[in-house]
Nanobody
Framework: QVQLIESGGGLVQAGDSMRLSCLDS????????MAWFRQAPGKEREFVAS????????DYADSVKGRFTISRDNAKNTVYLRMNSLKAEDTAVYYC???????????????????WGQGTQVTVSS
């Protein structure tokens, strides 16, 4: 059974930076696209960023473009989300997800991902 384990969340001030990590317990991490989603209080979960299997191609939500960077280390089965210039509106529970390679739909669609982490809380104080 694959497990995704996020870490790195916490409380920061607006303008600060933070890096989230997600460890994939599976054996074939390197063949899957990975993504980060987030859910703010009272809102639906939304796409943040995704990265292809090689780490060479990432895509981002407009709200984080230029501030967040997704990366991966296939040797460590880990995907990262570097968040700079954090804003109060970035406050949310952040989830990593592993894409189902057989699923249709775009990279920002939740239903395309079949494994999810438990989430890590990021709180940005203004």
């Amino acid at each position: 059974q694959v497990q995704l384990i996020e870490s790195g969340g916490g409380l920061v001030q607006a303008g600060d930076s933070m890096r989230l990590s997600c460890l994939d317990s599976g054996r074939t991490f390197s063949v899957y696209r990975m993504a980060w989603f987030r859910q703010a209080p009272g809102k639906e979960r939304e796409f943040v960023a995704s990265i292809d299997w090689s780490g060479g191609s990432g895509d981002y939500a407009d709200s984080v473009k230029g501030r967040f960077t997704i990366s991966r280390d296939n040797a460590k089965n880990t995907v990262y989300l570097r968040m700079n210039s954090l804003k109060a509106e970035d406050t949310a529970v952040y989830y990593c997800a592993r894409r189902n390679n057989m699923a249709g739909g775009g990279n920002s669609i939740e239903s395309a991902y079949d494994y999810w982490g438990q989430g890590t809380q990021v709180t940005v104080s203004s």
